[in-house]
């Protein structure tokens, strides 16, 4: 298995950013695709970003595209979402994971991903 631990979430007015870090142990992550998700009070768990296991291929949320980049550091064994524009309703828990199966085409469902962080809280003001 491998341990992911995300960090970097707070509270920023809209139209600010924010940097969302998630740190991986127990193994390294270059072989596998990863995401990222949400999930806001009272809804369901929703794709937010994904990446190849090489980083060239990318896929985002239509709500998020063009103002949230995802983008790993596989020598640090991280990935990061660096969210820009940020607006009221991107407030949520955010979970990375990763897809354990290696060198597969990334998933946009939950269920594709077998590894989850705790989520790091990120609140938006407006």
């Known amino acids: 298995q491998v341990q992911l631990v995300e960090s970097g979430g707070g509270l920023v007015q809209a139209g600010g950013s924010l940097r969302l870090s998630c740190a991986a142990s127990?193994?390294?992550?270059?072989?596998?695709?990863m995401g990222w998700f949400r999930q806001a009070p009272g809804k369901e768990r929703e794709f937010v970003a994904a990446?190849?296991?090489?980083?060239?291929?990318?896929k985002y949320a239509d709500s998020v595209k063009d103002r949230f980049t995802i983008a790993r550091d596989n020598a640090k064994n991280t990935l990061y979402l660096q969210m820009n524009n940020l607006k009221p309703e991107d407030t949520a828990v955010y979970y990375c994971?990763?897809?354990?199966?290696?060198?597969?085409?990334?998933?946009?469902?939950?269920?594709?991903?077998?590894?989850w962080g705790q989520g790091t809280q990120v609140t938006v003001s407006s």
């Open positions: 990446i190849s296991w090489s980083g060239g291929n990318t």
């Open positions: 994971a990763a897809q354990l199966t290696p060198r597969v085409r990334f998933g946009v469902r939950p269920g594709e991903y077998d590894s």
């Open positions: 127990g193994r390294t992550i270059s072989n596998y695709a």
